[in-house]
T-cell receptor, first 113, second 114 residues
Framework: DAGVIQSPRHEVTEMGQEVTLRCKPI?????LFWYRQTMMRGLELLIY????????DSGMPEDRFSAKMPNASFSTLKIQPSEPRDSAVYFC???????????FGPGTRLTVL | KQEVTQIPAALSVPEGENLVLNCSFT??????LQWFRQDPGKGLTSLLL?????REQTSGRLNASLDKSSGRSTLYIAASQPGDSATYLC?????????????FGKGTKLTVNP
């Protein structure tokens, strides 16, 4: 298996633009997680899905952030409009079940100018 | 609210030394604890997962222990090598309001000098 796949790996955009991050989980995994990593706050869970259903989105910072999982092999995290404080590395992870071992993708480094 | 603390924040050791990384958590009601490794500019690699009913897990030169009642875990690395240089993150699978989620510490940055 190729592991968790994320795209793009790097994204540079201007404030106010829409940003869409993409994730393909490991085949057979039924839980998918979106995290954000910054120097100040470390790794924070934004939202997670189980069987394509959002279970907990309490970590989503504000309404500008939204996430979808239309099927078991694809998820998106969208920021609209983006702001400089959204600059961070965004990771996607998947697991066989929500409390089993999680496998992380390589991350998307987002820079909002 | 679950909080995870890792001490020290950074550690530098000579090659060949045995070392211990520490992790503490405030709420003992956890499903499991996971240790990860993160190389600069890369994602996280899972090293060891300890279920709440277990006391330790071993993989090669790595040994992780868990004392759930005291809210502590240690990661022991034997005979350290320069290739072990990375940031090591501890995370607990926390249950709050029926939702399971990983809560991470901020990591220990390890440098193994040749």
């Amino acid at each position: 298996d190729a592991g968790v796949i994320q795209s793009p790996r790097h994204e540079v955009t201007e404030m106010g633009q829409e940003v869409t991050l993409r994730c393909k989980p490991i085949s057979g995994h039924n839980s998918l997680f979106w995290y954000r990593q910054t120097m100040m706050r470390g790794l924070e869970l934004l939202i997670y899905f189980n069987n394509n259903v959002p279970i907990d989105d309490s970590g989503m910072p504000e309404d500008r952030f939204s996430a979808k999982m239309p099927n078991a092999s694809f998820s998106t995290l969208k920021i609209q409009p983006s702001e400089p404080r959204d600059s961070a590395v965004y990771f996607c992870a998947s697991s066989f079940d929500s409390y089993n071992e999680q496998f992380f993708g390589p991350g998307t480094r987002l820079t909002v100018l | 609210k679950q909080e995870v603390t890792q001490i020290p924040a950074a550690l530098s050791v000579p090659e060949g030394e045995n070392l211990v990384l520490n992790c503490s958590f405030t709420d003992s009601a956890i499903y499991n604890l996971q240790w990860f490794r993160q190389d600069p500019g890369k994602g996280l690699t899972s090293l060891l997962l300890i279920q709440s009913s277990q006391r330790e897990q071993t993989s090669g030169r790595l040994n992780a222990s868990l004392d759930k009642s005291s809210g502590r875990s240690t990661l022991y690395i034997a005979a350290s090598q320069p290739g072990d240089s990375a940031t090591y993150l501890c995370a607990v699978s926390d249950v709050q309001g029926g939702s399971e989620k990983l809560v991470f510490g901020k990591g220990t940055k390890l440098t193994v000098n040749p």
